[in-house]
């Protein structure tokens, strides 16, 4: 069953700061991973998609790793911005569906 | 385009009662994956389908929960008999095939009192 966590729980940053989030996963066995944002009261937004094949994909300011072997994917935001802040999510695809199973999240405050 | 819609946004219901939730996928997404988001419990995974067929119930938490697809495009997630614990925000999400990239609505909040 696969398993993920991420760390830290909360984060809080000065604005302009360049930051790393960090999800580990139990099964290795994966197609792809997901990093999603989570604004207060609102549904999730996809940011980026790691395919299994890759070991980076970037979009903007954000930069998301994956290293299958050690069961790690850490997102960078470079430069912060106050809107940015926001909960980060990471989930991996497991079972025969895919569904995707999530961390707990990282709730990111960036202050101006 | 136009995103994962769902319906309503909010509902408010009383313990006992049961309710409909809506899903309009993507316009051509084959699947689509119901989760669930409560305090306490992060998100978890309900049901899956494929077109019409949901190979994978197996998140559902109880006889109570079941789900129907139509036209291969919208779902529809039936919870009978609510139950205070069913308070949650419930969202849908769908990709172009299972394993790819999945696409998320807003989610509907559900509260039982």
């Known amino acids: 069953k696969q398993e993920v966590t991420q760390i830290p729980a909360a984060l809080s940053v000065p604005e302009g700061e360049n930051l790393v989030l960090n999800c580990s996963f139990t099964d290795s066995a994966i197609y792809n991973l997901q990093w999603f944002r989570q604004d207060p009261g609102k549904g999730l937004t996809s940011l980026l998609l790691?395919?299994?094949?890759?070991r980076e994909q970037t979009s903007g300011r954000l930069n998301a790793s994956l290293d299958k072997s050690s069961g790690r994917s850490t997102l960078y935001i470079a430069a912060s911005q106050p809107g940015d802040s926001a909960t980060y999510l990471c989930a991996a695809p497991s079972g025969s569906a895919r569904q995707l199973t999530f961390g707990s999240g990282t709730q990111l405050t960036v202050l101006p | 385009g136009a995103g994962v819609s769902q319906s309503p946004s909010n509902k408010v219901t009383e313990k006992g009662k049961d309710v409909e939730l809506r899903c309009d996928p993507i316009?051509?997404?084959?699947?689509l994956y119901w989760y669930r988001q409560s305090l306490g419990q992060g998100l978890e995974f309900l049901i899956y389908?494929?077109?019409?067929?949901?190979?994978?119930k197996s998140g559902l938490p109880s006889d109570r929960f079941s789900a129907e697809r139509t036209g291969g495009s919208v779902s529809t997630l039936t919870i009978q008999r609510t139950q205070q614990e069913d308070s949650a925000v419930y969202l849908c999400?769908?990709?172009?095939?299972?394993?790819?990239?999945?696409?998320f609505g807003p989610g509907t909040r559900l509260t039982v009192t």
């Open positions: 790691i395919q299994s094949s890759q």
């Open positions: 316009s051509g997404h084959t699947a």
């Open positions: 999400a769908s990709s172009a095939g299972g394993g790819l990239e999945q696409y």
């Open positions: 389908f494929q077109g019409n067929s949901a190979p994978d």
